[in-house]
């Protein structure tokens, strides 16, 4: 039987202040026991989860230097490199030092390199010998046969000539710490941060539970729509931002250290905390869509506002993107406001296909 309209909805809904209080504090204990045990298997990955957020800026660091070797090459050459020197240093993934050597040294180091394989490599024995050796038992020479360790331990006084030469090496690409305790607090920060996502899905059915506690039930229904939702967009935002951003923005940073000759030294912290901050700044960004439903539910703009402003929220998208952004760089912003353009317009739709009531009570006297 359909309720009056001057039926009270709310009467069973009710709480009172103290309820809402152990209602809370049951919800929160809950949610830092789920912290708790997210926290202790977060720990058991946060070394693989260290290494696997290092991946982009490692690769980012190799492209940077291979560059730079290239580059090196060509203000050597004073022309362009052939293609399979370019082949050669991308392929091989190697960098080189320049360095000179002296003359006397290269002559003195032969020799003691000479003398090193006459004294390692036996003579061939003869037939004789050979029935000889068979026969009779070796005899001890004593230490005199072992190959000394180190040739040559007296270096001479620098001389000229020297002698330029280049010499390749792979590239070694480490993330440092520049203190003792720093690799501890990664470690618990990654243990963390993991153990929050871990258990984000228990953390937010708790907060959903408090949250619900104190809604109509006309009302709830909408969380199990928008939650989900709001979820995927977070994600979505965080995906883009660790599978797309990271590329760009690091192969940005890295061409202005090139561009003042300067080598990138990063330190773990410090990436660990940008790693960190841009996801989440992307994943807060995508909300965009259920905040434009969510003001179109509540009377305070209309699909008409949307659709006659759009120039002036692109405007508005691209300085919230310089905002948000923990990056001065312009590819982060237009990484961000691009993709927030496009939320833009699925909100528009959104609001489209999922119209505000004439009442916003209407559905609370359905039957």
Not at 328 to 357: E, V
Request: charge should be neutral; aromatic fraction near 12%.
């Amino acid at each position: 039987m359909p309720k009056k309209p001057d039926d009270d909805l709310f009467a069973e809904t009710t709480m009172s202040f103290g309820e809402h209080l152990e209602e809370l504090r049951v919800c929160l204990f809950k949610s830092v026991l789920g912290l708790v045990l997210g926290f202790l298997v977060g720990l058991a990955l946060a070394n693989w989860v260290v290494a696997y957020i290092q991946t982009p800026l490692k690769k980012a660091l190799e492209d940077h230097f291979i560059s730079k070797a290239i580059g090196d090459l060509q203000s050597e050459y004073g022309q362009e490199l052939p293609p399979d020197v370019h082949r050669f240093v991308e392929e091989n993934r190697l960098v080189f030092d320049k360095m000179y050597v002296e003359s006397a040294e290269l002559e003195r180091v032969g020799g003691l390199a000479a003398r090193a394989v006459t004294k390692t490599t036996p003579a061939k024995p003869s037939p004789k010998t050979k029935v000889a050796a068979e026969v009779e038992p070796a005899a001890d020479v004593g230490d005199e046969s072992k190959p000394e360790l180190i040739l040559g331990t007296d270096i001479p006084m620098p001389t000229a000539p020297l002698i330029a030469t280049r010499v390749w090496r792979p590239i070694h690409t480490v993330v440092k710490a520049l203190n003792a305790q720093e690799a501890f607090m990664i470690w618990m920060k990654a243990g963390f941060v993991v153990g929050l996502v871990i258990a984000s899905p228990y953390i937010f059915l708790q907060i959903w539970n408090f949250v619900a506690a104190g809604l109509y039930p006309h009302e709830k229904r909408y969380v199990h729509i928008y939650l989900p939702f709001s979820l995927v967009l977070f994600l979505a935002g965080m995906a883009t931002a660790f599978f797309l951003a990271f590329k760009y923005v690091l192969n940005f940073l890295f061409g202005f250290n090139a561009a003042m000759q300067i080598d990138p030294d990063p330190r773990i912290s410090e990436w660990l905390g940008f790693v960190l901050m841009l996801p989440v700044a992307f994943g807060i960004s995508f909300q965009l869509p259920l905040v434009m439903l969510f003001l179109h539910r509540i009377g305070i703009f209309s699909l008409q506002a949307y659709l006659a402003k759009w120039r002036l929220a692109v405007l508005i998208i691209f300085v919230a993107a310089m905002i948000i952004t923990p990056t001065a760089d312009p590819i982060t912003m237009l990484l961000m406001a691009l993709p927030m353009t496009g939320l833009y317009f699925l909100g528009i739709a959104m609001c489209k296909w999922m119209p505000r009531n004439k009442s916003p009570f209407a559905e609370g006297y359905e039957p």
